[in-house]
């Protein structure tokens, strides 16, 4: 038998996530270089040595001046140097990013199920509430985010970024998932009756 269109798109999303993923590991790693650059620009005071002598700047060779550099946050502590604000930044990009990967593991897990052939396993609805958390908990970062930017800067500006449009964004988005986790789990129930009724 061949899979049905609604498997066929599910394929296709499915290794869009996977990719997705490995992008968001990737970003995650490089999250404290990103900082510590923040508005200067490319990390052009970065000098990497190479065993022949060359020496690698930031400009000429900037993925891996961004991955030494990254390597390097990582080993002395990334806080290190970083004021109050790149410390909630660096925070909040890590926190969110963690978050995302989980929501993009769950999204995975639910299109393994529809890839299976069994679009109303129960555990689809488990997967989708843990995805509906995850979105709160990342709303909830990025409003503690906008008020201590209110705070730092002592003015309303924060208020019209990208982090206030978070929000609203991630908790619609976890409500969604949580009305989606109650349809999978009461079709899944409704599949058990009927399977024991046949």
């Known amino acids: 038998m ?3 269109p609604v ?8 290794i869009l996530i996977l990719i997705a993923l490995v992008c968001n590991v990737i ?18 005071g970065i000098r990497i040595y190479s065993d022949n002598g060359l ?11 961004y991955i030494l550099g990254s390597a390097k946050c990582w080993s ?11 410390i909630v ?7 969110s990013g963690c978050c995302t990967a989980i ?11 529809i890839l299976r052939g069994e679009p109303f396993a129960p555990e689809n609805a488990v997967s989708l509430r843990r995805a509906a958390v995850f979105c709160f908990l990342i709303a909830g ?26 929000v609203p964004m991630f908790a619609m988005g976890g409500l969604l998932c949580l009305v989606m986790s109650a349809l999978f789990r009461q079709a899944a129930e409704l599949k058990a009756e009927n399977d024991l009724t046949i």
Request: hydrophobic share 55%; net charge positive; charged share 10%.
């Open 2 to 4: 061949g899979k049905i």
């Open 7 to 14: 498997q066929k798109i599910a394929r296709v999303l499915y």
């Open 27 to 44: 970003a995650l790693y490089l999250v404290p270089m990103i900082v510590a650059v923040g508005r200067i620009g490319l990390p052009n």
């Open 55 to 65: 020496i690698l700047d930031g400009e000429s060779h900037m993925i891996l001046a």
């Open 76 to 86: 002395i502590g990334w806080w290190r140097g970083f004021n109050s604000y790149q």
């Open 89 to 95: 930044l660096s925070c909040f990009l890590l926190f």
């Open 103 to 113: 929501i993009l593991w769950q999204a995975r897990r639910v299109l393994s199920t």
């Open 141 to 166: 970062a990025a409003l503690a985010r906008v008020a201590f930017s209110v705070c730092y800067y002592q003015s309303p500006r924060p208020l019209a970024t990208y982090n206030a449009l978070f």
